[in-house]
């Protein structure tokens, strides 16, 4: 079993969609990450987060600590927001998700 | 620029060879990761170094080694013991003060 789970595993959307990524960890955590890993391989870290909500500008990530659950959100999506977005956590180690294949359609 | 580099972007050797990946940071961290990530399944460590001079073997060690005798690097040989050694390699570091990671741009092994 994972400690985190991500949803969906892969995504399609139209330009303009509102998208949302689920992911869910069974671990206590310090913090949670989300990153997104573009086609040539480089992940950045988009955001951090250890409770409440998050925005940087189209992005949007929460996360509920009782259910162990986070969202990331775009909004008014974009053909440069499709790669893989990965969600991680910080316990005594990281644990990552094996990551939500986004592709938007212009 | 602050960062971390790896190099190179593509690799490739004969089955049974040594390889070793490059890592330099100059974001002045202390902790450095090696993950290897492989389709269909998120990064599994290999190694780790809290601090120069001492490493811990992450989830799947087995095939690997590395040394980290500068702050700044933080090489990865892949053995021939390693059975299935054709991967992408991610190296990343962490700051001190938060639990953000930094990774490089990776590293595509082909052994053939």
């Known amino acids: 079993k994972n400690e985190v789970e991500q949803s969906p595993q892969n995504l399609t959307a139209q330009e303009g969609e509102f998208i949302t990524i689920n992911c869910s960890y069974s671990v206590g955590i310090s913090a949670l990450h989300w990153l997104q890993q573009h086609p040539g391989g480089g992940i950045v870290s988009l955001f951090m987060l250890s409770s409440g909500k998050k925005k940087h500008g189209r992005l949007i990530a929460t996360i509920n600590i009782q259910e162990k659950h986070s969202s990331l959100h775009i909004t008014a999506s974009h053909p440069r927001d499709s790669a893989v977005y990965i969600c991680?956590?910080?316990?005594?180690?990281?644990?990552f998700g094996t990551g939500t294949s986004l592709t938007v359609i212009p | 620029d602050g960062g971390i580099t790896q190099s190179p972007k593509y690799l490739f050797r004969k089955e049974g060879q040594n390889v070793t990946l490059s890592c330099e940071q100059n974001l002045n961290h202390d902790a450095m990761y090696w993950y290897r990530q492989d389709p269909g399944q998120g990064l599994r460590l290999i190694y780790y170094?809290?601090?120069?001079?001492?490493?811990q073997k992450g989830d799947i060690a087995e095939g690997y080694s590395v040394s980290r005798e500068k702050k700044e690097s933080f090489p990865l040989t892949v053995t021939s013991a390693q059975k299935n050694p054709t991967a992408f390699y991610l190296c990343?570091?962490?700051?001190?003060?938060?639990?953000?990671?930094?990774f490089g741009p990776g590293t595509r092994l082909t052994v053939l």
């Open positions: 990343a570091s962490r700051s001190d003060f938060t639990d953000t990671q930094y």
């Open positions: 170094s809290q601090i120069v001079n001492d490493f």
């Open positions: 991680a956590v910080t316990g005594n180690q990281f644990y």
